[in-house]
């Protein structure tokens, strides 16, 4: 074998995609019963579920996601739907209603007539949000290497990313004098990162927010055929394949190269090269922390973010459609202090009042597979912490449901009362996913939605594919690269191009 990949999360599946195509052969070994990570797709009964992933970026002509699947003869295969660009997020802040829609500047001419005390602040901030997006965008043009002469270029050329490298979105909400309402709408897709303004890195807040103002979209056929095809693009080339439960849980090394890999049920599989797509700390710990540099070790010391409860709803007999729904997602704050809200789920575990993310698959495209005729499919999600959740589980499995249960009414309870009047009457399934479920099957330590937390501290120019210490080893995840499809998706083919280079 000439390359293996641990992991079938999009950014393994993507580099294993390409390099199948140019040749190589390759083996992915994935521990669930499904590849994709976070995009996976369950299905109980007769209705199939998303894991984690309700909309993405990276879908238009040229952008990441597209040139993926223009490169592996895709594009055509998987069609993508674009989310209503006058409003692909609706932001509803103790409901105040607000769209947010494609183009910064419609953006900020929105929301100036809607708050004109707070045009200067408003455009202040826009103006910063399109100056890093700018440079952001010239990413692959930033040195490897520094020399005098480069360091001064990058200074100049990306000011703002260095001025704002230690920067959360509050600092800027402080800078510009934003109003509170504001500040709460503007991270209204706060979900996207899980952390509140205080603690967020101002640098990631651009990025999502410049990535979904080019647009917001979900696959027509939906995402189980998205990752689908893209298996299908590494099984169909001579000599290559994708395993599925296999659980690699130790990496032999030899002379500062990795020698195989050995799974929990014993195999053994050998390859010249090897790609990680888990998490980077668990990486290392499969092969021996004193098998690799300072400096490895020094990128693998990082906190995780935060987690999520997640209801996988069926509903059937009514039309989200007549109670505020769409081509859109819906963002509910219940106030405008989204700190509070942060402490309040992840320190006090209290989630009684908890901001919501609620999504409509069904909504978003008119392909059947996902559902019953008839039926539509409700997600709703919100942050909380993982270790309450993993105790209990492991302490008392019936106090771990109950407690489920208990947040799973209290959700749903807000959402009959605010959006959709009599919803438990119209619920064909119900089923709850915990922290303890993601680290269960998608293998996320701590059960953490993006990999490594988004604060200044783990967004800089090491958050990216790299090659560690071990000869031929690669790692390209959420954490050694950028969470979202897209960030995946760019993070394996960074890591194809560096393992191309050799």
């Given at each position: 074998m000439d390359d293996l990949v641990i992991g079938s999360g999009m950014a393994g599946l993507s580099a294993a995609a390409m390099l199948a195509r140019a040749g190589r052969k390759v083996l992915v070994l994935e521990a669930h019963d499904s590849p994709g990570g976070y995009a996976h797709t369950f299905r109980v009964r007769d209705f199939r579920f998303c894991a984690q992933v309700h909309y993405v970026f990276g879908c238009g002509e040229g952008e990441t996601i597209d040139r993926l699947l223009g490169a592996l003869g895709l594009a055509a295969e998987v069609p993508w739907v674009r989310l209503d660009p006058e409003g692909f997020d609706h932001v509803?802040?103790?409901?105040?209603?607000?769209?947010?829609?494609?183009?910064?500047?419609?953006?900020?001419?929105?929301?100036?007539?809607?708050?004109?005390?707070?045009?200067?602040?408003?455009?202040?901030?826009?103006?910063?949000?399109?100056?890093?997006?700018?440079?952001?965008?010239?990413?692959?043009?930033?040195?490897?290497?520094?020399?005098?002469?480069?360091?001064?270029?990058?200074?100049?050329?990306?000011?703002?990313?260095?001025?704002?490298?230690?920067?959360?979105?509050?600092?800027?909400?402080?800078?510009?004098?934003?109003?509170?309402?504001?500040?709460?709408?503007?991270?209204?897709?706060?979900?996207?990162?899980?952390?509140?303004?205080?603690?967020?890195?101002?640098?990631?807040?651009?990025?999502?927010?410049?990535?979904?103002?080019?647009?917001?979209?979900?696959?027509?056929?939906?995402?189980?055929?998205?990752?689908?095809?893209?298996?299908?693009?590494?099984?169909?080339?001579?000599?290559?394949?994708?395993?599925?439960?296999?659980?690699?849980?130790?990496?032999?090394?030899?002379?500062?190269?990795?020698?195989?890999?050995?799974?929990?049920?014993?195999?053994?599989?050998?390859?010249?090269?090897y790609l990680s797509n888990v998490d980077p700390r668990r990486t290392l710990e499969l092969a021996g922390l004193s098998r690799f540099s300072d400096a490895d070790r020094s990128r693998a010391d990082y906190d995780y973010s935060a987690s999520t409860v997640t209801l996988y709803l069926g509903v059937k007999g009514l039309d989200l459609r007549e109670h505020g729904f769409g081509s859109f997602n819906v963002w509910h704050y219940p106030h405008e202090d989204i700190g509070r809200m942060y402490r309040d789920q992840l320190e006090r575990h209290d989630l009684s009042d908890p901001w919501l993310f609620m999504s409509t698959p069904t909504l978003h495209s008119d392909e059947p597979g996902t559902c019953p005729p008839g039926h539509q499919i409700l997600e709703i999600a919100t942050a909380c912490d993982h270790r309450r959740f993993a105790d209990l589980r492991r302490r008392d499995r019936r106090a771990y449901n109950r407690e489920k249960k208990k947040i799973r009414d209290r959700i749903l309870e807000i959402v009959e009362a605010t959006y959709v009047p009599g919803l438990h009457d119209h619920l064909a399934l119900r089923v709850t996913g915990t922290p303890a479920t993601n680290e269960r099957f998608c293998r996320a330590p701590e059960g953490n939605a993006y990999g490594s937390a988004l604060t200044p501290k783990n967004v800089d120019l090491r958050r990216r594919p790299y090659r560690t210490s071990l000869e031929n080893l690669w790692l390209a995840n959420a954490t050694a690269g950028f969470p979202s499809v897209a960030g995946a998706v760019g993070a394996g083919l960074k890591v194809f191009d560096e393992m191309q280079r050799g």
């Amino acid at each position: 074998m000439d390359d293996l990949v641990i992991g079938s999360g999009m950014a393994g599946l993507s580099a294993a995609a390409m390099l199948a195509r140019a040749g190589r052969k390759v083996l992915v070994l994935e521990a669930h019963d499904s590849p994709g990570g976070y995009a996976h797709t369950f299905r109980v009964r007769d209705f199939r579920f998303c894991a984690q992933v309700h909309y993405v970026f990276g879908c238009g002509e040229g952008e990441t996601i597209d040139r993926l699947l223009g490169a592996l003869g895709l594009a055509a295969e998987v069609p993508w739907v674009r989310l209503d660009p006058e409003g692909f997020d609706h932001v509803v802040v103790a409901g105040d209603r607000v769209r947010v829609p494609n183009g910064l500047r419609k953006y900020e001419q929105r929301l100036a007539r809607r708050y004109p005390d707070a045009a200067r602040p408003l455009h202040r901030y826009f103006r910063l949000v399109e100056a890093v997006a700018a440079e952001l965008d010239r990413d692959e043009e930033l040195p490897k290497t520094l020399s005098p002469v480069t360091l001064l270029r990058s200074a100049i050329r990306y000011r703002h990313l260095l001025r704002h490298s230690r920067s959360t979105l509050a600092d800027v909400y402080d800078a510009v004098g934003m109003p509170p309402r504001l500040r709460a709408i503007l991270a209204g897709q706060s979900g996207d990162y899980l952390l509140p303004p205080e603690q967020v890195s101002f640098i990631l807040h651009v990025a999502l927010v410049h990535g979904y103002d080019r647009g917001a979209y979900y696959p027509r056929r939906h995402f189980y055929h998205f990752v689908d095809a893209v298996v299908g693009a590494i099984r169909g080339r001579p000599g290559c394949d994708v395993l599925l439960e296999r659980t690699v849980d130790r990496i032999h090394v030899d002379g500062g190269r990795v020698t195989g890999v050995t799974t929990t049920s014993g195999e053994r599989f050998t390859a010249d090269r090897y790609l990680s797509n888990v998490d980077p700390r668990r990486t290392l710990e499969l092969a021996g922390l004193s098998r690799f540099s300072d400096a490895d070790r020094s990128r693998a010391d990082y906190d995780y973010s935060a987690s999520t409860v997640t209801l996988y709803l069926g509903v059937k007999g009514l039309d989200l459609r007549e109670h505020g729904f769409g081509s859109f997602n819906v963002w509910h704050y219940p106030h405008e202090d989204i700190g509070r809200m942060y402490r309040d789920q992840l320190e006090r575990h209290d989630l009684s009042d908890p901001w919501l993310f609620m999504s409509t698959p069904t909504l978003h495209s008119d392909e059947p597979g996902t559902c019953p005729p008839g039926h539509q499919i409700l997600e709703i999600a919100t942050a909380c912490d993982h270790r309450r959740f993993a105790d209990l589980r492991r302490r008392d499995r019936r106090a771990y449901n109950r407690e489920k249960k208990k947040i799973r009414d209290r959700i749903l309870e807000i959402v009959e009362a605010t959006y959709v009047p009599g919803l438990h009457d119209h619920l064909a399934l119900r089923v709850t996913g915990t922290p303890a479920t993601n680290e269960r099957f998608c293998r996320a330590p701590e059960g953490n939605a993006y990999g490594s937390a988004l604060t200044p501290k783990n967004v800089d120019l090491r958050r990216r594919p790299y090659r560690t210490s071990l000869e031929n080893l690669w790692l390209a995840n959420a954490t050694a690269g950028f969470p979202s499809v897209a960030g995946a998706v760019g993070a394996g083919l960074k890591v194809f191009d560096e393992m191309q280079r050799g």
